[in-house]
């Protein structure tokens, strides 16, 4: 017996991987793409006239592992960029590495599907987070690179400042549907919208 | 009709009128007015009808402070017409009278019921007969109360925002001082918010964020809600700058409610900001130049001034500018009553210090302006931690000692706002109650409290101000205390003797101005956890039930079919809601022997294990299975609700024990199906290489395999009795692997099944839910568990010691199981008595099961009754039966088919 249960990477490509909030994004009219064995929204129906206030994405396809032991690297409510990932400590002897695609350690814990993620940019990116999340995200005290664990919407969660106005957001699998809803309602209200993983990549 | 020729600073556009209605009549405003003043430009006089005596009320304030013009806009009850601006078509409505506000009949209570209506009147009068209640509760209900909210309310519609902001400074108040220390600390390079609910526009200010026409509602450990508009802020700041302000506060004489009675900076508020004459005539008393000032500000826009009363003693350079004049200023003098049956119509004024008509003087006038000094507006600094003392010389109490981090600044510091002492000595400190005989005296608007009753209460034993407010409900109202605290202290301390030091303040409490509770509620969100094949669950037509804080499949329609395909073909239930841990690390087999009465670290790789988890005290807190995976490595599952409280359990032990073990929870990262019945071999086989015979996949194995392509874990485990395989894999696979399983089967008869058919399964096979058929007093002993507890362990676990003591005691009572041959199903929660009809035990969980074609159940019944055969009598509301007892399960028994 092993842990290789854990890792959606390991099916057989017949098998899709699809995220919590894949029904929400078909009803908002996304159209889908097999990427790496995932089913990813990569566009929305007029997503292109998403004003420049905010858009989220739904990322969750992202690979995520725990780094456990002692050689676990890394600030308090810091994330460190190591090539296309993010490593973020979480305890003295653990922490969660998002995104990349190099070999992980052999200690490493599979938790992809622990966590759902979304993405979250544009000027009015923080006035959306600061509608159901209290953690503080000024520029000032959370710079890029900053690493915030906290309660997102009342749920457990993370928020990665990647750029001045992007933010990817890290809650549980479980509550992908809820998520999508409180973000969706408070984006809208600002005359946001979702937009697909090409937008996100230009974005980059 | 009131409306003046253009005032320096007026707030209103008369390019721009503003059409809406009031009681259903037209009426005109300028852009920029309030209902308030439109309403009384357009000749309106009573705004409102009193709480108790439904007495005319009208504008006071003009500020937002008192309860004097609350009115309905658009059906929302409780909004102030002094400060709301007019929107065109609004829709504004009276409250609290009937039929109208111009004839109340409940105004009878006022003329005919004052006798009989005390304070606490309706502790003393509506308690007998003791069922007649819910009609005095309805009639109370409806006679008194700020408005009816609609029992439907399409405008619920309306968004409501919560909106987070973190600053370095917050300022509450946006005068003089506010804007200065918003702007000093903007120029430090600090994060400033300020905060003002004034109708007039702050300039911007570099640096300052401005929330303009919002309320600070309280202060609760640093935060401060700040409603504006339909957006409840939440403001967290480092340091806190309130420049509140102070309030202007009435005098207590005969009358002082009438319309017409108004606070001297309202009625220059209506006139210069609203361009409105409050009045033509007009009687003036203060206790200060303020009252002074204002008394000359109106003379400017054409109100005759019949008389200011002045209640110092000494006469100042103002007074003597009025005199100047031509304006009537009695030194020394109070006002008395005010007179008028609708309105004000004259005013009674007299010398402080001398009673009788010889020496009173009536003035004619259509408006009394009265002020009582300032009390600085401390309730959000109390509510931070602020103390205060109180001030002989200005008449009021002030603040004493501030917490870290906040600071006061302006009127409410007792500066004033051109920055400079407030001049104390100027100021006389008014009697508690002038007039008393006239009439009434009210002391609280907002409640109908008069100076009477402050004494009567006293009278009564509430001689504090905390239980006095508490019985007369002074301070209680939606003035918060602005407009009576001060009267009523005075009115304490004269009836009880005391200083006013002594009598001392009430405790401020948010919210500091009434917020509509659609604003506190915000956006209607409730956090909901869902499986992975949630989606499935609702296409398939499943009642989707809350268990716990999932979203589950309670049946797919027929819970008694589904529980019966299980049985005979084969049945699929999403579990991913149970918990599932990752243990690793070399101490992890120890680790667990700690946390659990029985052993793992023995466990061989590949195989799975019962346990229960038990507090220190021996109980039950929650059960599983754990599969080890590798020598390092188990794989912990705990019910679904307990998922939390074991995870934070291990992480809580595991921080002290300082063991060599990583703890990671799965519970959400996996989805779990359970398949199950004596096809679910077959189907499984169809979708694995694994070789799924009994022989190589034996009960409480645990393998891996991959199941339709994806990587599984499956645990063959029988929690519903028959064949069953557990099968755990990565949650983004949810669907494929359902749907792989129910394809796999359909020339099998499976069927999805839920909750209720699992609850069924389980019952049959006596397996216990933790939390219904256990509670905190539940051992494993008493369980009928006692097999579990493995006292002969070498290392210490949780429990040892209270399970030791347990062991050698026989249980008061045991879980059983039984039936009921009468075929009723007893209600969970059902009594077991005993021959002399004493409760002895409880029933706990209670189905019909339709394999067995019998009520079957379980219950906690005192131990000499636990044996096959015993015979217990249950009292299920009102009707008793008898049950025979079972302590082995009901389905299977000797475990053949689980095993198979």
């Excluded at chain 2, 108040?173 to 200065?180: D, N, S, Y």
């Excluded at chain 2, 694994?690 to 991959?706: I, R, T």
Aim: proline share 6%; net charge negative.
């Amino acid at each position: 017996v092993s842990l290789t249960f854990l890792s959606p990477a390991a099916a057989d490509p017949s098998a899709v991987a699809r995220s919590p909030m894949e029904r929400k994004a078909k009803a908002a009219g996304a159209r889908f793409e097999a990427r790496d064995g995932w089913n990813v929204a990569v566009e929305y129906p007029g997503e292109d006239k998403v004003p420049g206030t905010v858009a989220w994405a739904d990322v969750s396809h992202l690979r995520k592992l725990e780094l456990q032991g002692e050689g676990v690297s890394g600030e308090l409510g810091e994330a460190r960029r190591e090539g296309d990932a993010w490593i973020c400590r979480l305890t003295p002897t653990r922490a969660l590495l998002i995104g990349g695609e190099h070999t992980p350690p052999p200690d490493a814990v599979e938790v992809t599907t622990c966590f759902a993620a979304l993405t979250i940019f544009g000027p009015q990116a923080r006035e959306v987070i600061a509608r159901f999340c209290a953690l503080d995200l000024r520029p000032q005290v959370a710079p890029p690179g900053s690493f915030r664990p906290g309660s997102i919407a009342r749920q457990p969660g993370m928020i990665i400042v990647e750029d001045t106005d992007r933010f990817l957001l890290l809650f549980g699998w479980a509550v992908g549907e809820y998520m999508w809803t409180v973000v969706d309602d408070a984006a809208r209200s600002l005359d946001g919208g979702p937009v697909g993983f090409g937008a996100l990549k230009k974005n980059d | 009709v009131s409306r003046l020729a253009n005032q320096p600073g007026e707030l209103i556009n008369r390019d721009k009128v503003i059409r809406f209605t009031f009681d259903g009549k037209p009426v005109e405003a300028y852009e920029g007015d309030t209902v308030g003043s439109a309403l009384y430009a357009d000749g309106r006089r009573t705004f409102s009808r009193s709480f108790k005596y439904h007495r005319r009320r009208g504008l006071l304030c003009c500020a937002g402070q008192c309860p004097n013009c609350i009115v309905a806009v658009d059906g929302a009850p409780g909004v102030r017409a002094c400060t709301e601006p007019v929107r065109e078509g609004m829709r504004v409505e009276h409250l609290n009278a009937q039929p109208g506000l111009e004839l109340d009949v409940m105004r009878a209570t006022d003329i005919v019921g004052g006798p009989f209506t005390p304070p606490g009147f309706y502790y003393k009068t509506f308690i007998r007969p003791r069922k007649l209640w819910p009609v005095y509760e309805k009639v109370l209900r409806h006679a008194a109360g700020l408005g009816v909210l609609p029992k439907q309310q399409p405008d619920r519609e309306w968004r409501t925002e919560y909106r987070r902001r973190h600053a370095d400074v917050l300022v509450v108040g946006g005068g003089t001082a506010g804007q200065r220390a918003a702007s000093a600390a903007a120029e430090r390079g600090e994060d400033v918010v300020l905060v003002d609910e004034g109708p007039v526009p702050i300039e911007p200010i570099p640096g300052v964020e401005i929330l303009a026409r919002a309320s600070a509602l309280g202060y609760f450990d640093g935060i401060v809600p700040v409603w504006q508009c339909d957006t409840l802020h939440q403001i967290r700041a480092r340091n806190h700058v309130f420049a509140t302000g102070a309030i202007e506060q009435p005098l207590v004489f005969a009358g002082n409610d009438l319309p017409g009675v108004m606070l001297s900076g309202g009625a220059v508020r209506l006139t210069e900001l609203y361009a409105v004459s409050p009045g033509s005539r007009a009687v003036v008393a203060t206790t200060s130049d303020h009252g002074l000032h204002a008394a000359a500000k109106l003379a400017d826009a054409g109100v005759h001034i019949a008389a200011v009363a002045d209640l110092r003693e000494s006469r100042s350079a103002a007074a003597e500018q009025l005199s100047a004049r031509g304006i009537e200023v009695l030194i020394g003098h109070q006002i008395l009553e005010a007179r008028g049956r609708t309105a004000v119509q004259a005013a009674v004024v007299g010398p402080i210090g001398v009673e009788g008509a010889s020496v009173e003087k009536t003035f004619d006038c259509d408006l009394v302006v009265v002020s009582g000094g300032f009390a600085p507006a401390m309730s959000l600094l109390l509510q931070a931690g602020a103390r205060t003392r109180y001030d002989a010389a200005r008449g009021c109490f002030v603040l004493d000692e501030l917490p870290p981090g906040v600071t006061a600044v302006g009127d409410v510091a007792g500066v004033d706002e051109a920055g400079a002492d407030a001049d104390a000595a100027a100021v006389a400190v008014p009697p508690p109650v002038a007039g008393a005989g006239h009439g009434k005296c009210f002391a609280c608007l907002c409640e109908d409290v008069t100076a009477k009753d402050i004494k009567l209460s006293v009278e009564e034993g509430y001689d504090s101000i905390e239980l006095s407010k508490r019985y007369t409900t002074v301070t209680m109202g939606p003035c918060q205390g602005r407009m009576c605290q001060l009267p009523a202290i005075r009115l304490m301390a004269k009836e009880t003797g005391q200083s006013l030091e002594q009598v001392g303040t009430t405790t401020a409490r948010p919210p500091w101005v009434s917020v509509p509770m659609g604003i506190l509620a915000g956006r209607p969100f409730e956090p909901a956890k869902r499986s992975s094949i949630h989606g499935r669950h609702r296409e398939l037509g499943a009642n989707i039930k809350w268990a716990g804080d999932w979203r589950r499949a309670y049946d797919y329609g027929d819970p008694q079919a589904e529980a019966l395909a299980v049985h005979r073909a084969a049945g699929l239930i999403d579990v991913s809601t149970l918990g599932k841990l990752l243990v690793r690390g070399p101490d992890a087999g120890e680790f667990l022997d700690r946390l659990y009465p029985n052993r793992f670290s023995d466990l061989k790789p590949g195989r799975i294990r019962y346990g229960v988890i038990s507090s220190d005290a021996g109980r039950i807190v929650d059960d599983g299975t754990i599969c080890r995976i590798d020598d390092d490595t188990f794989y912990v599952t705990t019910t679904s609700s307990g998922a939390g409280a074991v995870e934070e359990w291990f992480s809580w032990w595991l921080a002290d024990w300082r063991m060599r073990v990583q703890l990671t929870d799965l519970t959400q990262g996996l989805s779990a199906v359970n398949l199950a019945g004596p096809r679910a071999r077959d189907i499984l086989a169809e979708l694995t290489d694994l070789d799924c015979s009994p022989e190589a996949f034996k009960y409480l194995d645990g393998k891996q395999a991959n199941v339709a392509g994806v990587p599984c874990l499956i645990l063959r485990i029988g929690f519903v009795g028959e064949v069953g395989y557990e099968i755990h894999f990565a949650a983004a696979y949810g669907e494929h692997v359902w749907d792989a399983l129910m394809e796999a089967g359909r020339d099998k008869g499976i069927r999805p099944f839920g909750l209720e058919p699992q609850r069924i399964l389980r019952l049959q096979k006596m397996h216990i839910l933790v939390g219904q058929d256990t509670d905190s007093e539940s051992t494993p002993f008493g369980a009928a568990m006692p097999w579990i507890v493995k006292l002969d362990k070498d290392a210490d676990f949780i429990g040892k010691w209270a399970l030791e003591h347990y062991a050698e005691e026989e249980p008061a009572t045991r879980l059983v199981g039984f039936t009921l041959p009468n075929g009723h199903v007893p209600t969970e929660g059902a009594v077991v008595m005993d021959a002399a009809g004493a409760p002895v035990g409880q029933v706990t969980s209670s189905r019909f099961s339709p394999v067995l074609d019998r009520v079957i159940g379980m219950a906690w019944v005192p131990s000499p009754l636990a044996s096959d055969g015993s015979q217990v009598t249950i009292s299920d509301e009102g009707t008793t039966m008898r049950a025979e007892v079972q302590t082995r399960p009901f389905y299977d028994p000797d475990g053949e088919v689980l095993r198979s």
